[in-house]
Every structure is written in structure tokens, then in C-alpha cells.
């Protein structure tokens, strides 16, 4: 494994099966030591809306949305892309704890740091 393992998870999708894999693989990223950050966009922003926990998934029957809570209590850095809240109806208010709202220019700085790897749901 690498010695600073870090793993960006970027979630596009509203499907409940894509979100929850999406959240199974990020948990199992930060249970094997790696840095875990999310970033929740368009139709994917939904999960970080509270309250939007969608459908339990077998076979462990946990929804996508208790899997992210799960990273923002272990302290995984989790935001909304910025174009999001602006272009919806929702504001930072609709969002769950501990989700926030991305900064371009810091986004890009963390997708090009060496080692990150980056994956899309």
C-alpha cells in the first residue's frame, strides 16, 4: 500500500445501488488507513441533502446515506460541488452536518497532489 494512501470519491449518480457502492468503497478506503474525501455532485448532491438517506441495500441493510454519515463522523471531508446550491433550490441550510460546499480553486489543488486517486460514480 502506498505510505500516504488517499482516495477522492466523486459521486455524480442519484441511483441508490451506484451511491451506496460508492459509500461501501469510500468506508472500506478509510478502514484500510487511506485519506477519504467526497465530493457530492448534480444529481449525486442528493445524497447530501439531510434527511435524503435513500432505500436500505443488502445484504447489510444500510442506506447510501448512513454510509456517509459514517465518513463524516470518522472526519472525512465531504462537500458539494460549488455550482450545486446555486443552481437548485436547496441552500447550505438543506444540507446534513458536516457536509460543505467545495472551493474550485482547493479542489483542484487536492485532485493534483501526487498519489490521489480519484474515483467517479
Known amino acids: 500500500m502506498d505510505p500516504d494512501p488517499a482516495v477522492f470519491v466523486v459521486v455524480t449518480q442519484e441511483d441508490n445501488m451506484t451511491q451506496g ?3 461501501v468503497l469510500a468506508n472500506q478506503s478509510l478502514d484500510q488507513e ?3 474525501r467526497v ?3 448534480g444529481p449525486g448532491a442528493s445524497l447530501a441533502l439531510d434527511g435524503h438517506d435513500g432505500d436500505l441495500l443488502e445484504p447489510r441493510e444500510v442506506t447510501p446515506g448512513q454510509l456517509l454519515d459514517r465518513l463524516i463522523g470518522e472526519g472525512v471531508q465531504v462537500d458539494v460541488c460549488a455550482i450545486f446550491l446555486p ?3 436547496w441552500t447550505e441550510e438543506d444540507l446534513r452536518d458536516g ?3 467545495a472551493e474550485p480553486p ?3 489543488e487536492y485532485m493534483l497532489r501526487p498519489g490521489v486517486r480519484y474515483f467517479t460514480f
Request: aromatic letters at 0%; one cysteine or more; glycine letters at 6%.
Open 99 to 101: 457536509v460543505g460546499v
Open 39 to 41: 465530493l457530492l455532485c
Open 21 to 23: 457502492m460508492a459509500m
Open 34 to 36: 487511506a485519506e477519504v
Open 87 to 89: 443552481n437548485t433550490e
Open 106 to 108: 482547493e479542489v483542484a
